[in-house]
Structure formats: C-alpha cells, structure tokens
C-alpha cells in the first residue's frame, strides 16, 4: 500500500496546528494516525471510541475544510480505533483524599492481562469507602424517613435478594441520604466481610470513566465495577448530560442488576423529574424502589441534636435545643452545624451556652424561615389534636373536651401572638377579655401539676410550627 495517504495527513496535521491551541493538539491530533486513504475514503485511525467522539463533537468544523483543501472534495472520513492487546491497569477509583490506600487496592484488583469471557476474574479486597460513623445505630428515625429506614434494613438483611433492587432514595440535600446508604453497606460489611460493597460519588465515577478511556483503560473500568457485589452510588443526578458515562453506567447497572447484586442509588429529585437521562437508565431507575426522605419533623431534629450533644460531650439545656429545633427546620447539616458554631462562639468569647447566644448564632448562620402563627392556625391545630370541627370550638358548648380545647387555644393565642385579649375573645366564640384571662390562667396553673397537659400542649406547639 502507497505511504502517500501518510504525507497527506501530515499537510493536515500542519495546518490544524496553526489553527488550534498547541495543548489541544498535542492532546487531540498529534495521537491521529491516517490508516488509509483510497477511492475518496479517507480512514483514521484513534486511540479509542471516546476519542473519536470528542474529536466529531469539537473539531468537525475545522476539520472539514482542511480534508477538503488537503484531499479535494467529497472526501468520506472514516475512524479505525485502535485495539489495545494488554493495557496497564491503573484506574484510580479513590476520592482525592483518600486516594492512597484505595487507589492501591484497585490497581492490584484490576487483571494485568486481558479477560477471558469464560473466567471469572480474581480481585482482592477493596476499601469500601464508608464512614465508620454512618450506621443504623446513628441515623435516627421518625416519619420523614421511617420507610427509608425499613427499606434499607431490608436491603442489608438480603442484599440484591429483595424486591428493592435498584433502591433509589431520593430528598433535599442534607436530609439524610448519605447517612442512610452507607449505614446500609456497613451493615451488609459486618455481616459479611467479603463482600465487595463500594460507596462513592457520580461524579467521582464520571471522573474516573472520562480517565479509562482516555488511557484506553475502559475496559478494565467495566470489568471492575462488575466485580462489585454492592454499589452504593450518591447524586446520581450529576450523570445528567453525560451521555457517554450513562451508557457505561447502563451496561454496569445490567450486569450488576441481572447477577444478582445490589445498587443504592440517591438523587436530589424523583426519577420522573430527572432531565438528561437517557430513557433506558431512567427506566432502570424505577425498576425497584423510589423511596423518599423529607426534611427532619421536629421530634426528629431534636433526637438529632441530642445525639450531637452527647457525642461532643456538651451540655446544652432542653430550652435551647428545643429553640434550635423549632427554628432550624432545612436539613441535618444545619442542625450539626448550629451546635458546632455555639460551641465555637462559646469557646472564643469563653461563656456559657445560653440561649440568648443560640440566638444570635442562629442569626448569622442559618436562614431561618420562621412559621407566621396566627389565631387560625392555632385554632387548626388545636381542633387537629383534639379532634374537634372549628364551629364547635366557637360554639358555647359546656362539653369538657371542648372547653379545654378552647381555653388551650386561648392560651396559645395570647403566648404566641400580639393579638388583645378582647380580640381573642372575639375570634374565639365571642367571649369577653375577662373570660380569656380566666381561662390562660387556668391552663397556666394545671399546666404545672398536669403532665399529659404539658405533653398535648407540647404537640400542639409542634403542630403550629412544623
């Protein structure tokens, strides 16, 4: 075969560096190698598939004209990617920090020789990278993420032998989510040590494909994520737009899911609402379990802060952290952070935590969305509680229950609001100031001797707030 097709592209090669940064050519057309030109067609040959896509979508618009000027018109372009026979296998699956215990385990895992299809390949160990906090014992639970909980026990109990397979948990940022799936793999971890349980990120994932294929390590990439028995995958939201890293999650997620092993996937959204998805991966998503964990309820927040209390070993009054738990409502990173900073400010300005500090550090630290209480909504929940209609709160029946529920809601009226007694009164069944009086000092009084008084007016506060 004529050599004359390589001086051709040669003439190429000169004129597109003229025209590209010298980086991006060294990177992206100095590795282009002319395979072939004859009969109008002319072949290239490149180091991998991603190669020759990123080459199509970046440079096509360039390209055309110089094959044009160099090789005359109506010139067919083709790609050959090049067959690596035995790459070296050093695919770094680990976080930047903590990079050098797991990123020697993964090269030592990855096979240096090319994979037989009918040999189950050997890997050793690998540090699943799981904080050794994150367990079930830690993650607290109410109805906000009571099924979340079950699930997920569930899941390490049996995992990639239950009906939840992919279990796909879904909320806000900060609500849990993390907490909960690496609880799961340290579960799955105690109960058998050898299981290949992997926790990390999408996007660290999308780092490492964009890697293997650059180093034509693709291969090796696949057959790794492959051998995992449990994957444990945070954000899958950030694979949106990466079209080439969700096809290779698409065949990993295949393989996993139709040999029996487990995926826990999180997401800052349902699947219905992810955009850039490609729809055979969105389908997978919904092929076991959309479970959701919400924002913290208050009983919630304050088991939290409790927890948080103790580890720290803080002393830290119910008042405040009843404050904190009432005001603090977006997520549990701003729960652990307010008691971190209390404990801070208490340390510098060498003081007590009290409560006039929490509020100022809540103050400057947290936005606080503070709940608007008005006479409807304690007459809301003061009828939700007792379990009365509102037009029979107002009526001037002589019933117990419903006496009680009215001076509660008075006495709420008058603690929580700015509002007169007279007007109280008026929105109350048209009572007078002195029989609002008489029934917030009533409630007052009982209040200190009546323990299951203090508790439903405790619920009923949390109800307004919540």
Known sequence: MSLEHIALWDKCLAIIKDNVEEVAYEKWFVPIKSFSFENGELVLQVPSHFFQEYIEENYTELLRPVITRVYGKGIKLYYKVTVVENPIATVNVSSPEKSATVSRNIRQALPAQPLSPFQTPEYEDLDSQLNPYYTFENYYTSDSNKVARITGEAVAASPGHNPFNPMFVYGESGVGKTHLIQAIGIKIKEQNPRARVLYLSANLFQQQYTTAVVHNQLNNF??????????????????????????????????????????????????????????????????????????????LRRDILHNKIERDGLVISDEIVDYIARNVTDNVRDLEGTIVSLMAHAMAF???????????????????VKKQITIDSIKNAVCNYYNIKPDKLVMRSRKREVVVARQVAMYLSKKHTSTALASIGSLLGRYDHATVLYACKTIEGQLQVDKELQKSVNEIEQMMTA
């Open 350 to 368: 060498n003081r007590d935590i009290t409560l006039e500090l929490a509020e100022q550090v809540l103050a400057r630290s947290v936005r606080m």
């Open 222 to 299: 696949i057959n790794f994520y492959q051998s995992i028995d449990v994957l444990l995958m945070d954000d899958i939201q950030e694979f949106a737009g990466k079209i080439q890293t969700q096809n290779t999650f698409f065949h990993i997620f295949n393989h996993l899911h139709l040999n029996g092993k487990q995926l826990v996937l999180t997401c800052d959204r349902p699947p219905v609402e992810l955009e850039g998805i490609v729809p055979r991966l969105l389908t997978r998503f919904k092929w076991g379990l959309q479970v959701e964990v919400e924002r913290p309820d208050y009983s």
